[in-house]
């Protein structure tokens, strides 16, 4: 069956750096598009970035373009968000999806505060 493990959430400061990571099994992995989404207390869960199956092409919410990166390693099943200078209103809970495929992991939690 499909499963969809995040980690790497934690207490980051503003400006720093955090990466999350999405491990993967149940699936081609390498045949799908990946996302991250994230959904902050009291709103709607948010689309924030989505890599191809090939990984050639990204694209990221406003929110958080110039400086979120996503990317993927096919051998591994996985993929990755890189958060840089994140900002408290980057708090969330973090999920990764496959694009597709109704099934949500258990996402991993990030605050950033000082």
């Known amino acids: 069956q499909v499963q969809l493990v995040e980690s790497g959430g934690g207490l980051v400061q503003p400006g720093g750096s955090l990466r999350l990571s999405c491990a993967t099994s149940?699936?081609?992995?390498?045949?799908?598009?990946m996302t991250w989404h994230r959904q902050a207390p009291g709103k709607e869960r948010e689309f924030i970035a989505g890599?191809?199956?090939?990984?050639?092409?990204?694209n990221y919410a406003d929110a958080v373009k110039g400086r979120f990166v996503i990317s993927r390693d096919d051998a591994k099943n996985t993929v990755y968000l890189q958060m840089n200078s994140p900002k408290p209103e980057d708090t969330a809970v973090y999920f990764c999806?496959?694009?597709?495929?109704?099934?949500w992991g258990q996402g991993t939690q990030v605050t950033v505060s000082s």
């Open positions: 999806k496959a694009f597709g495929i109704d099934f």
């Open positions: 149940g699936f081609i992995f390498s045949t799908y598009v």
């Open positions: 890599s191809t199956s090939a990984g050639d092409s990204t």
